[in-house]
């Protein structure tokens, strides 16, 4: 599933980031330098998920189409465009623990500072995975979320550079100042996401899609489009759910893509559930 394929790029990325440091390790590059430039790097990366992750649907379309009788072969094409959004950004997070933990845990104390920097790590985790998921993505949505937490990772950077580099005060101020503003200027030029075509539910409809651009001659994003104009739409900790109006006026329930109720052909259906617990 995309789920499942989601948290095996992330583990990778992570890993691969700690083995990434180790290789770095002989150079002897400044621990600062290094944990400034890969956090400024994230908050950029993090941006650029946003037109990739707004592809996937077209994306998921085509491969439903052309491979939908070869699943191993889907899985593993599926993996591929999972690995492009989520494995980079994972692998530069990856690199932020063993070298802050190559920061902290110096002296004599060395068990003490690692499991202080271990215990803070665990606490942040947890505390950014509630944040996003139980506050920030039903109040402000997945993709403001997204540019939020970049926003945030890049305020981590600036402090790094503030408080690690060996530079002149002004030239870590500049730094500073260039890391904050670029998250915001690419948010501003990159392109947003539609929430028709997030909330189309290709996994049911990609055939239907398919028939309905090739008998209007069109493109399938204006073929999805066809399917009605969203009057509402609402991110939740486990499910998108949205209301489309149609050309007739009438109107649809979707929930994470799938039609779930209508004021058309499911009003039989609707009205005998309510019916029958009386």
């Not at 670029?182 to 028939?211: C, D, T």
């Amino acid at each position: 599933s995309g789920t499942g394929a989601s948290s095996r790029c992330v583990i990778f990325g992570i890993s691969a980031g700690s083995f990434l440091v180790t290789r770095l390790e002989p150079l002897n590059l400044p621990t600062g330098r290094l944990l400034a430039g890969f956090t400024a790097a994230l908050s950029c990366v993090g941006l650029f998920t946003l037109p990739l992750l707004s592809q996937l649907p077209v994306w998921m379309m085509d491969l439903l189409l052309d491979f939908s009788n070869q699943w191993w072969l889907l899985q593993g094409i599926e993996l591929v465009l999972v690995g492009l959004v989520v494995a980079l950004p994972a692998t530069l997070m990856g690199t932020a623990f063993p070298l802050a933990a190559r920061l902290a845990v110096t002296g004599e104390r060395f068990t003490q500072s690692l499991g202080r920097l271990y215990a803070a790590n665990t606490a942040g985790n947890i505390a950014g995975s509630f944040c996003a998921g139980a506050l920030l993505i039903p109040a402000i949505g997945i993709e403001n979320t997204i540019a939020l937490a970049s926003q945030i990772v890049a305020v981590v950077s600036a402090l790094f550079c503030l408080a690690l580099l060996t530079e002149p005060k002004r030239v870590r101020l500049q730094l500073a100042g260039g890391i904050l503003v670029l998250p915001v200027l690419l948010f501003s030029v990159l392109p947003g996401w539609e929430q028709l075509m997030m909330n189309a539910g290709v996994y049911i409809y990609a055939g239907l899609y398919q028939r309905t651009a090739r008998t209007n001659q069109m493109d399938i994003r204006a073929a999805v489009k066809l399917s009605g104009k969203t009057i509402y739409y609402k991110e939740g900790i486990s499910a998108t759910v949205s209301v489309r109006e149609l050309h007739s006026g009438d109107r649809v329930l979707v929930i994470n893509g799938k039609t779930d109720a209508s004021s058309v052909s499911d009003m039989k259906t609707q009205r005998m559930m309510g019916h029958l617990p009386m």
